[in-house]
């Protein structure tokens, strides 16, 4: 194959000399990862969308301080935290309340595609550092090291933050998808 | 065999999340294939991971603004 797809790296240095269709090609590949991080935290689509937008913008105007343009996604994961954090402490009685879990009937025989909903709402039972210790792991790939940069504090604070969110999710989840792969299996020798 | 030294037990989250170095890793690999009892932990954790992953990542309601300035118009 000819092509070769551009580096993140590539673009970066492309947008601190000015080019603004280098930094749109790099937000269109973060957006979607960050709006969804950015909503299990903040709980809530409009203001995951207009977090975003703020993470975005000020993360093009500090891109000429990011030393090493190979380490983007965990400066710009930081900025996200951040900015999320920021929001979350703006809005605190209100987030309190729509923070709270909500009373989703955790039915242990549940359908394979209903474990969404199940995830959902045993992230939404964690504390708010157990979850972003998730999310930043689990769904955005981010090794140990990197998790605490974002989050400003030692590896050691990430591991047991994330292994106490591991306890919790495994006490409640492991039960469900055993019944539902048993349910399944009961389906198809049918 | 079962696990009779917890104290020299692998870190298994630090295993099945791929943060264990490569010899902790083989040394972890080679404990898990003569330990029941830590293979059932292990399964556990991988079933746990399995389920997070279920979870559905949601559209964006709209695009980020700087993105539709320029790039996404038709040329």
Not at chain 1, 75 to 103: C, D, Q, V, Y
Not at chain 1, 126 to 151: C, H, N, W
Not at chain 1, 162 to 187: E, G, I, W
Request: with cysteine; aromatic share 8%; proline share 6%.
């Amino acid at each position: 194959m000819i092509f070769r797809e551009v580096e993140d790296p590539d673009l970066i240095a492309k947008a601190r000399r000015g080019d603004v269709e280098a930094y749109n090609l790099l937000v269109s590949r973060w957006e979607k990862r960050v709006f969804n991080y950015l909503l299990r935290l903040v709980s809530n689509r409009e203001d995951a969308m207009d977090v975003s937008q703020d993470v975005f913008l000020k993360a093009y105007q500090n891109l000429p301080k990011l030393d090493d343009p190979a380490r983007f996604s965990g400066w710009l994961f930081r900025i996200a935290h951040n900015e999320a954090f920021s929001m979350l402490r703006r809005k605190r009685p209100e987030t309190e309340l729509a923070g709270e879990p909500r009373p989703a009937d955790l039915n242990p025989r549940l359908l394979p595609m209903e474990l969404s909903l199940a995830v959902e709402t045993a992230l939404g039972r964690l504390s708010p550092d157990q979850r972003e210790t998730v999310l930043l792991k689990v769904y955005q790939g981010f090794k140990f090291e990197e998790m605490a940069e974002i989050l400003e504090c030692p590896v050691s604070t990430v591991k047991s933050r994330l292994y106490t969110a591991l306890d919790l999710l495994k006490a409640t989840l492991a039960p469900m998808q055993k019944a539902a792969f048993l349910k399944q299996s009961v389906r198809g020798e049918l | 065999m079962s696990c009779i030294s917890p104290e020299t037990k692998p870190d298994w989250k630090a295993y099945v999340l791929r943060e264990l170095g490569q010899d902790a890793h083989g040394e972890a690999e080679a404990h898990l294939a003569a330990c029941s009892i830590c293979h059932e932990e292990v399964a556990t954790l991988r079933l746990t991971l399995d389920t997070l992953s279920t979870l559905r990542e949601e559209e964006m309601p709209r695009r980020i603004a700087f993105v539709s300035d320029k790039v996404f118009e038709p040329r």
